[in-house]
């Protein structure tokens, strides 16, 4: 089954028509910029145009740079704030016409990872962490997820983490690799006493380079790359979508 999957980000909006089954994409990706500001109507326009562009009528699944329960966001950190209190789930289904599921973006990454990536048959503690223009956590425990967990904003000297580790900090503040990974050794250490993850799985744009920044991490934890990459987003969130629809 062929599910449309979107990834909305502080950057960009990505999607890709995935087969559930085995996460593979069955189209070529399509990205277009994340609007700014980023309104709600604004970003429900481009996500709009997105599934047009893939002449989309079926199950679209989306992840969500926010807190989402029962599809209404509760946060805005990288999204407007005017965001906070609308139910995504409900205005995309209108202004796409598609039966749309909504699930916060780094849970969505999450799930790939664990039903068809990195942490398949890795039942212990498993931390997902999306590294882009924030920092997506998502938390396993014998595969089920604790959603929306918030660990960008846990505070690293005074700030959020990630006003001072996401990967888009590392190109803003000209970052060389060597200083950025000492700002994400102390988030992840901090997180690893918090939490004693079994394994870290490390998603976003700027897990394409893990050969070039892995050797730089300092952690107890086991530690791999997601499998999808840049994709887990777009690919959990169909696969979300395909178990919401059949649920
Ligand atoms: C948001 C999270 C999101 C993360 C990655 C943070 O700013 O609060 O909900 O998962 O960015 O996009």
Redesign the pocket.
Known sequence: MDVLGIDI??SYIKGALVDVCTGKLTSEPLQLETPQPATPGAIIEVTCELVRLFDWHGVVGCG????IQAGVAK????IDSLWIGVDVQKRLQQATGCPVSVI????AAGLAEMELGAGVNRSGTVLVL?L??????ALFSQGALVP?L?L??LPINGAPA?HYA?AAVRSRENLSWQSWTQRLNLFLNHVERLFSPELIIIG?GISCEYKVFFPLLKVQSDLLPAHFFNQAGVVGAACFAAEKSHA
């Open positions: 980000g502080g969500f740079p926010a807190v946060t805005a950190a990288n916060n973006d780094a849970d999306t882009g223009t924030g920092i997506g956590s929306n918030e960008g904003y990630e996401a976003g």
